[in-house]
């Protein structure tokens, strides 16, 4: 008996994430002929409240969930010594139906740095900024009242469901404490920062739902006969006759089941293959079809096709510390909700199923602000002086750190812990330290991946998150929601940089109140928590970076695989440099220009 023929498409995405979706969609709906398969290792999301609630996005990182990749990085010493993890969206829509809904905009410099410091012709600011505003409806104020933002596109962005006293009461205390850096209403304007200001979110203001690409650019459009979303199958390898990509080859995904049969199945792509499963699967689908660095390639038996170290070589995110704050009883938290309790869940349930308002249509963060360190604050951290002054001091656009109020706890279940809470986050913007992102096995496309996150190899970055946790502290304290820390420094018998009771037992300080003194033994104090505190920022990008072959480059500025033909990568491992912000409106750009990149090659107009 003969066996069964490939399945033959003109375009194969290998993954089916932010990108995936929302490229699919646009060639999909631009030319009707053109036969489109994509490849998901998670599942459907279509209206399932986990994914459309945006309150319920912690749940994702619960340990049994199925939803994200849990990533677990090798002991860091430079972290505590921690195997830390790292998930990555697995799911219809990727990172978008799984996300903090955080609306971060890059600064518009970052993308003048994709164009200029990489050669990356067309992808400056002026390039990504009409994109940035085709995917929005920014509902706030005027419709174009602004000119950097959208006010047609199909994702919302909006304040939520509810603004929390939390929020409120951080840029009052701000307002009075940090009064030099002054305020705004948009501080995702894209040239603008060292502003505190109220924080958008990905949310739709009329119906309280997540702002995703899977429910706005896949299913709310009428069903697609010339687009096939295969679920559970994981991309094992491109195929290629030469050089040139075929198809791929993939495999029943074990996590959605686990006694799922291991047959190796391929299909036939006519015209493309793209490679879009993220920072952690397109360098790892890349290595497993031959195309990488060899000496990562060979002593695992992979035939090398294309010799190119850059894949997997410089893995970026940013680095964070949240610390947890005891606040006082009668605040509006979402600590119930993520703790399940009825009486909370059922109130809010209500509300949100009648008018789409309320904390389910909330995500915790209602204010923050960019920073850019004063000559002050700079002469605290002499190993970042030199970064300072190549990197930042003349990129004024560039925030060193996003520093935010969270109305709830974020981190890892409290034992005993049933006070209501508020949280004081701190992410640096573009760590110096990187790592790497290799495959383990040249076989077994389950197998763990080698990847090491250099977190912290720079003591720049150690400084830099100091900063942000005395910075926090002295406006946390001030706060009248504060009622002491949860987390905490383990400051020696006597420090005076010591909290002075228990949680929720310490009472906020006046807004005039002198700043903590830290001594030399509370400053290794401070230092030994943000290293045992450090915890990824779930913005991983950079592993097959835009940039010239030479230099690391894995895509050029089409996004062609150095070396091959008919091979693409397009997701936020294509970032050739860090963005300072999370990194969903940066893949929504990257998408929209890869749709019209891939457009013009296969003669459509979109």
């Known amino acids: 008996m003969a066996a069964p023929s490939s399945p033959e498409y003109d375009i194969i995405f290998a993954g089916g994430g932010t990108t995936a979706c929302l490229v699919a969609s646009r060639l999909s709906a631009a030319s009707p002929d053109l036969k489109i398969l994509i490849l998901e290792s998670g599942d459907h999301t279509k209206n399932k409240l986990e994914h459309i609630q945006p309150a319920r996005y912690l749940s994702h990182l619960a340990p049994f969930s199925q939803t994200v990749t849990f990533h677990k990085a ?29 609306y971060t905009r890059a600064a518009a410099s970052d993308y003048d740095d ?80 060292d502003k505190y200001g109220p924080w958008q979110k990905w949310i739709d203001a009329k119906t309280g739902t997540r702002s995703d690409v899977a429910h706005h650019f ?25 050089t040139t990509a075929v198809g791929v080859e993939y495999v029943n995904d074990l996590t959605t089941n686990p006694s799922a049969d291991q047959t190796f199945q391929t299909a036939k792509a006519r015209k493309m293959v793209i490679v879009s499963a993220g920072s952690f699967g397109s360098p790892a689908i890349l290595e497993r079809s031959g195309v990488g660095a060899r000496d990562v390639l060979e002593p695992l038996g992979v035939e090398v096709k294309v010799d190119l170290p850059g894949v997997g070589a410089e893995y970026q995110d940013h680095n964070g510390v949240f610390t947890t704050y005891a606040a006082r009883d009668d605040e509006v938290t979402l600590d119930g909700l993520i703790r399940g309790e009825p009486s909370e869940v059922n109130k809010w349930t209500e509300m949100w199923t ?25 002469a605290q951290m002499p190993a970042f002086s030199t970064r300072w002054k190549e990197y930042f001091q003349n990129a004024p656009d560039k925030p060193v750190l996003w520093m935010g109020p969270l109305s709830m706890h974020v981190g890892l279940p409290v034992p005993g812990l049933t006070k209501k809470c508020f949280t004081l986050g701190a992410f640096t913007c573009y760590p110096e330290s990187t790592g790497t992102v290799h495959i383990s096995s040249s076989t077994n496309p389950h197998a763990p991946l080698n990847f090491k996150s250099g977190f912290f190899t720079k003591k720049s970055d150690v400084e830099v998150l100091m900063w942000g946790y005395k910075k926090s502290r002295e406006l946390a304290r001030r706060m009248a929601a504060y009622r002491g820390a949860v987390m905490k420094p383990s400051f020696s018998s006597g420090s005076q940089a010591d909290f002075t009771g228990s949680p929720g037992e310490e009472a906020p300080v006046d807004i005039q109140a002198k700043d903590i003194e830290y001594s030399e033994e509370d400053e290794k104090a401070v230092e030994e928590y943000v290293r ?26 089409t996004l062609s695989v150095y070396g091959c033909q008919r091979l693409k990568v397009a997701d936020l491992s294509i970032a050739p440099g860090n963005v300072g912000s999370n990194t969903y409106s940066s893949t929504l750009a990257i998408a929209e220009k890869a749709a019209i990149i891939f457009a013009k090659e296969l003669g459509i107009e979109l």
């Not at 430079?78 to 990727?94: H, K, L, Q, S, W």
């Not at 990824?536 to 895509?555: E, I, S, Y």
């Open 74 to 102: 090798e002991k860091n010493e430079n972290a505590g010594g921690r195997e830390m993890i790292f998930p990555t969206g697995r799911c219809v829509g990727g990172g978008s139906s799984v996300n903090f809904m955080m």
């Open 114 to 193: 994709w164009e200029k410091v990489y050669g990356n012709e067309g992808w400056g600011s002026k390039d990504l900024i009409p994109l940035l505003k085709k995917t929005e409806h920014y509902q706030l104020g005027e419709p174009g009242t602004l000119e950097t933002h959208g006010y047609s596109g199909p994702l919302k962005v909006s304040m939520g469901g509810a603004v929390t006293d939390i929020g409120k009461n951080f840029l009052d205390v701000a307002s009075k404490y940090d009064k030099d850096r002054g305020s705004t209403e948009d501080a995702n304007g894209l040239f603008e920062v």
């Open 218 to 242: 896949i299913y709310n459009q009428p069903e697609k006969k010339n687009l096939t979303i295969e679920t559970a199958k994981r991309v094992h390898r491109v195929i290629f006759d030469g």
């Open 354 to 378: 009648k008018t789409g308002q309320g904390l389910l249509a909330h995500n915790g963060i209602d204010a923050g602000v960019k920073l850019r360190p004063t000559a002050q604050e700079l």
């Open 532 to 557: 045992n505190k450090v915890t990824t920022t779930w913005h991983a990008l950079g592993t097959c970076p835009a940039k010239p072959r030479d230099q690391g480059g894995v895509v050029d500025s």
